[in-house]
């Protein structure tokens, strides 16, 4: 009798406890899946802290995975699994339309957050009238970054074409420096060559981006869509790279343009934001200029979306997901991504303007979107076609490994076989 009611007064002097203690405050824990570029986990890292603080009752587990290739079959493999985190970043354009989002993504169309979101933005991101994903980030270009101490010291001019930038680099080597760096350690660093000179592949074949999704052309038998491939084979024989091109980073070559180690490195503007986490002492030696063409009257930019951040179908936290994300599209979030890493370009939300001490490289990129018919959309954007391989077929190319022709066709049969997994008609 003794022992049953010490075991009463146990339990209810338990009880009581949790009674003055009060209910537990209830917690969300989500997760973010993100790249592992410095400076996308730098804004992320901000974005989180700052919500977390607005919402103290969810906290968010960042994760991050590798670029390129192997993250993009990380992200296609998590989704195939239902082991997906429940926001993600991936790119925006023909890889999101590559994960089939009508079967894997929740629409976003209804956040508040949209109102404000540019239109060319939301473009990028909408399958069947739906909108699926928010902008993290600015608006970018794909070009050439260059040192301007180098270009200063050696008296060089910013190229409008190709046999101008050539002739630069000539100069570079001459005075026994690196004139390209390129880091094909990270394979997706290796197609911008190819990539950045849609501006100018659009400016010979207007009609490109709707034959090709159409399966009317093809890159191997367009001279003008051949230049890319080739200008990978012309860098890599005059021998302007630097010795470790294969071993190379994408931290190494951002190194080596700011630093003036190279005098050029070609790159999205993205990029912007990691010099300013990892080089901001260098942050103004840096310029940018769009790839050049073969006329000077026709030099212009060619323009990438930036990546969105996505919700899976299969998060248990859909509701809380979607709060987050829409913080992220917010005036709000836009403001705290561009303190954190500068800016990559202008931005693709209403209210959120850039800041008046915007690093060279963003002014060098200003007038190409300030005068109409100097920017077009990468392909990625005018097409949803875009073929896995060509990262690897691009540094085959600069490695001197592949002829360009061979490459080109070789990219034709992997953009075929990728029409034919998304049903694009005519394929």
Request: net charge negative; charged share 20%; proline share 6%.
């Amino acid at each position: 009798m003794t022992k049953r009611i010490g075991v009463i007064f146990a339990t209810a002097s338990a009880l009581a406890a949790l009674i003055a203690a009060g209910p537990s405050q209830a917690e969300t824990k989500l997760s973010f899946l993100i790249d592992n570029s410095p400076d996308t986990v730098a804004a992320a890292d901000a974005l989180v802290a700052a919500y977390e603080k607005k919402a103290p009752d969810v906290s968010i587990d960042i994760e991050q995975r590798p670029g390129g290739g192997e993250g993009d079959n990380i992200i296609k493999t998590r989704l195939a699994t239902g082991e997906m985190s429940d926001v993600f970043l991936y790119n925006s354009g023909s890889l999101m339309q590559a994960i089939k989002p009508g079967r894997t993504l929740v629409d976003l169309s209804n956040l508040s957050s949209q109102a404000n979101v540019n239109e060319s933005f939301k473009a990028v991101v909408r399958a069947d009238g739906k909108v699926y994903g928010v902008p993290f980030g600015t608006a970018q270009g794909g070009g050439i970054f260059y040192n301007r101490k180098i270009y200063q010291e050696l008296g060089l001019s910013v190229p409008k074409t190709w046999a101008e930038f050539m002739a630069n680099n000539e100069k570079v080597k001459a005075a026994g420096k690196v004139a390209i760096a390129q880091t094909y350690r990270d394979t997706w660093t290796s197609q911008l060559f190819v990539l950045a000179d849609y501006y100018n592949l659009n400016a010979a074949v207007p009609n490109f981006a709707e034959d090709y999704t159409n399966n009317k052309i093809k890159y191997a038998t367009t001279p003008a869509a051949m230049k890319g491939f080739e200008h990978l084979k012309e860098v890599h024989d005059a021998g302007l790279m630097n010795e470790d091109f294969g071993a190379a980073s994408y931290d190494d070559g951002l190194r080596m343009v700011a630093t003036g180690e190279a005098a050029h490195y070609p790159m999205l503007t993205f990029a912007i934001g990691a010099l300013k986490q990892d080089y901001s002492d260098n942050l103004n030696d840096v310029g940018f200029f769009a790839q050049p063409g073969d006329d000077a009257s026709k030099n212009g930019l060619t323009v990438w979306m930036p990546a969105a951040a996505y919700i899976p179908t299969g998060s248990k936290h859909i509701d809380e997901a979607k709060k987050f994300v829409d913080f992220v599209g917010s005036v709000e979030g836009c403001k705290i991504m561009m303190a954190t890493n500068t800016v990559q370009g202008p931005s693709l939300v209403n209210g959120c303007p850039l800041p008046a001490d915007v690093p060279p490289s963003v002014k060098d990129m200003l007038p190409y979107f300030e005068t109409k018919g100097l920017t077009t959309p990468a392909l990625e954007f005018s097409s949803p076609i875009k073929g896995p391989s060509l990262e690897q077929i691009t540094v085959e190319v600069g490695s001197g490994i592949r002829q360009p022709a061979d490459a080109a066709a070789l990219y034709d049969d992997d953009v075929r076989k990728q029409a034919k997994q998304l049903g694009i008609p005519n394929w």
